[in-house]
């Protein structure tokens, strides 16, 4: 959950933005602060790419 938290740090002027609700600000601020749940981590990159309107790719190294 740290690297998440971290690439969260890389965006947080998000939080000054009007594009995000006030519901979405405070998980956003939840994955900041490693206080989310489970459930927040495992959808956080598909939603910090909707956030930045891109999408965001991950890819499994075996």
Not at 11 to 39: C, G, M, P, Q, V
Not at 48 to 54: D, N, P, Q, R
């Amino acid at each position: 959950m740290n690297l998440i938290s971290a690439l969260y740090e890389d965006y947080k002027f998000l939080l000054k933005s009007d594009e995000l609700s006030e519901n979405e600000k405070n998980k956003f601020k939840d994955i900041l602060n490693r206080t989310a749940h489970e459930t927040d981590y495992k959808s956080s990159l598909e939603n910090l790419s909707i956030y930045l309107k891109t999408k965001v790719f991950a890819f499994i190294l075996y």
